[in-house]
């Protein structure tokens, strides 16, 4: 199955800074998407994109299938931005919905 | 709904013993998944009901696990003989299908077995 590696596994931020979050996988994807999980433990869908370019406020991802990655940008981070980010990535076909979770970046802001 | 909702948030239970897990989509939504994530772990796939297709359940850790989705809403996922290391959250998670699968998890369920 489809393989899901995502970079740095942990970062650390002053509030304000500016941060990159990396994803890799390992095969085709139509269905690709970005969450983040808060200290309490709900999931949070950040971005449904299998490919090009979104942006929600101070967050925006690429997805450039062709080469095989995706891109979280956090912005003028702040404390509650803490948490673990999770990309998932699925293949299609008859369970196009189905998805791989990377490992998490956990990221702790500091105030 | 207007949200994910999932019963109970918390399951204590003793070895051996049966349980059942519950998942009340977003009305309108096709698509039902269920993961688990166990303890600083990552979310592991278990099923997932797409309409009145049959299930993917390629996931499913063995015969102990099994789900149904009645009415194409409400879905229940069955431990049966329930062992420690199915000590995890199980997570559950819809989309609308069609050409948006973005997912909308609940608070998930954390089951201990002891």
């Known amino acids: 199955g489809i393989q899901v590696e995502q970079s740095p596994p942990d970062l650390i931020l002053q509030e304000g800074a500016n941060s990159t979050l990396r994803c890799n996988f390992s095969?085709?994807?139509?269905?690709l998407q970005w969450f983040h999980q808060n200290p309490w433990g709900q999931l949070i869908n950040l971005f449904y994109i299998p490919s090009g370019t979104k942006q929600n406020g101070r967050l925006s991802a690429t997805t450039v299938a062709t080469e095989r990655y995706s891109l979280l940008y956090i912005s003028s981070s702040q404390t509650t931005d803490s948490g673990v980010y999770f990309c998932?990535?699925?293949?299609?076909?008859?369970?196009?919905?189905?998805?791989?979770f990377g490992q998490g970046t956990i990221l702790t802001v500091h105030p | 709904g207007a949200g994910v909702s999932q019963s109970p948030s918390n399951k204590v239970t003793e070895k051996g013993k049966d349980v059942e897990l519950r998942c009340d989509p977003i009305?309108?939504?096709?698509?039902l998944y269920w993961y688990r994530q166990s303890l600083g772990q990552g979310l592991e796939f278990l099923i997932y009901f797409q309409g009145n297709s049959a299930p993917d359940k390629s996931g499913l850790p063995s015969d102990r696990f099994s789900a149904e989705r009645t009415g194409g809403s409400v879905s229940t996922l069955t431990i049966q003989r329930t062992q420690q290391e199915d000590s995890a959250v199980y997570l559950c998670a819809s989309s609308h299908g069609g050409t948006d699968y973005g997912y909308t998890f609940g608070s998930g369920t954390r089951l201990t077995v002891v």
């Open positions: 998932a990535a699925g293949t299609g076909g008859t369970s196009y919905g189905k998805l791989t």
């Open positions: 095969d085709s994807v139509n269905n």
């Open positions: 009305s309108g939504h096709t698509a």
